[in-house]
DNA sequence: CGATAAATACATACTAGCGGTATGTATGGG
DNA sequence: CCCATACATACCGCTAGTATGTATTTATCG
């Protein structure tokens, strides 16, 4: 066919149908064909027309996905009347993180942290840059600006919490574990968190909870 | 030629060479013609002889690398005479992982989590495998059992120690921070772990401190 | 001990599939 | 009517892996 009136159409199309092959099989274990596959009777030249690499579809696919969930993230930090403790805690109330959960079902990566290694080194980095550096330092300083935190080493307590949250809390590349065990790892997490001066809450239990019920549900 | 009076040397070169491309440009970055290119002469049916994938071979490559490190640390286990604190301090002591050190750089991967993602992943898998339920838990357990440690959740805390030790202590797939960031990483981790009822000792500062110099000095 | 057979250590030649490109073609909007 | 755009088609170099051929070592047996 020639040229569609509605060309972000195809795009949306070829991205929907890449997130859910290199969440299934991983960024190597997905081909070009695969995904082109998907989009019936389309073919390579068209989508090589809208992305220039396999690459920049992987970047546009997750980075699609993760927006709604940075964005919610992030428009934490501009609340006026809220102390930095305050934000820090409901960071990770089940308010803030549960209602994300539900995105990250759509993208539930293989629980192979081989096949997923990719997304896995994003998620690595992004603890360091985006979680950290992003949102969760930002608010930790204000909390010891307002006098609401006091932390000794904040950009290190960011760093071990986001790492902790994002690869151990959150089982995205390991099979579920027994609920008892991820609140455990909750427990634990707000223990190690709270003995560098962080008050993540209590609701951090409520929290993972709510995320291990969905997940299951889910049949994860 | 024919066939090699001492093919293990064959194998040896092998490994050699992979560990060394694989390290530098990751996986996927590596071609096995890369390699058989650095084994003057030889060519891929040799390498295809020894080895049936190049995933055998990327395994095979870090299990050789890794075997001393492993063996020391499962050494520790062994000992009679220690309580299971003792055990869990002298891990972290310099004396125990400094010697390992010059092996890692040997085999130090691209500062780039993408591009060693399937080093990382195997790094995050080993942290809840082998290091949590292969040598630091049952030392936790055996102080807990001894009376020498008390500790709620060992599981976790050896989880969740692993996971940081391995991934942000050893800055294997970031840049080098400067030393006092690692330092303050270091003082983050024990503190942390000293709430979840596990003293990693303060020599913990002195081994990252000589780890930061054997890394530098080999130019990180 | 020496000939022969078998197993091994390679080299050579090839394949299917991959990411990516060059080019052709049809359709929409100005 | 025309041209930019949205595709389709045909192709390329490279990759991991295989099939097969060949030379040398080692085991076997008279």
């Known amino acids: ?7 972000e159409e195809t795009v949306a199309k070829i991205l929907d149908a890449a997130l859910e092959l290199f969440c299934a099989q991983g960024y ?17 030249g068209a989508v090589y027309h809208h992305f220039k690499s396999k690459e920049e579809i992987f ?22 009347n809220m102390t930095g403790a305050q934000k820090l805690k409901r960071l990770y109330a089940p308010e ?24 896995l080194a994003m998620q690595y980095q992004g603890s360091f840059n985006e979680s ?29 919490v986001s790492l902790l949250a994002n690869l151990w809390l959150l089982p995205l590349f390991r099979p579920l574990e027994p609920k ?21 809450g209590n609701e951090v239990l409520q929290t993972t909870a709510q995320i291990w019920d969905v997940w299951d549900r889910a049949g994860w």
Not at 140 to 158: F, H, L, N, V, Y
Not at 187 to 197: H, I, S, Y
């Open 180 to 200: 008892e065990r991820m609140l455990a790892r909750a427990q634990c997490l707000t223990q190690m968190a709270a003995a560098v001066g962080l008050d993540l």
């Open 59 to 80: 970047n546009a696919a997750f980075d699609r996905a993760m927006t709604p969930i940075v964005e919610h993230r992030r428009s934490m930090l501009g609340v006026g």
């Open 1 to 7: 066919m020639g040229r569609n009136k509605y060309p």
């Open 96 to 119: 803030s993180v549960v209602p994300q959960i539900e995105l990250w079902a759509r993208m539930r990566p293989a629980a192979d942290p081989v096949k997923s290694s990719r997304l």
């Open 28 to 44: 190597e274990g997905t081909s070009i064909q695969d995904i082109v596959d998907r989009l019936d009777g389309m073919t390579k």
């Open 132 to 160: 950290a550096d992003g949102y969760l330092l930002p608010v930790i300083e204000e909390g010891i600006a307002d006098g609401s935190i006091a932390c000794e080493c904040p950009r290190e307590a960011a760093e071990a």
